[in-house]
């Protein structure tokens, strides 16, 4: 199942910059692991924003949100996931 993720990164400015570092060097190698896998099949970056719109194709929900939780900068994150199915008129 397809599902189009929006991500809004907001790393606290109390947060010692040495976890954020550390924080954003996990990220990074957790989601390569993941479009190495195809689970993360598509990442953008939002222009002028510490943000990303990304496709996941995935098993299910349930799946999807573990994946997520996971991320280490989740709980810095705001998430809009919106599920997607194949429009009538595609090719």
Known sequence: MLYLV?????IPH??????????I?????????LQRSGKWAHIWRV??????????DVKDNEELHELLRQLP???YMDITVTPLATHPSAV
């Open 47 to 56: 222009v002028g924003e510490y943000a990303n719109y990304s496709v996941f």
């Open 14 to 23: 109390d947060l010692p910059q040495e976890q954020a570092a550390k924080l």
């Open 73 to 75: 900068l989740f709980p």
């Open 25 to 33: 060097e996990e990220e990074k190698q957790y989601s390569q692991e």
């Open 6 to 10: 929006h991500m809004v990164v907001n």
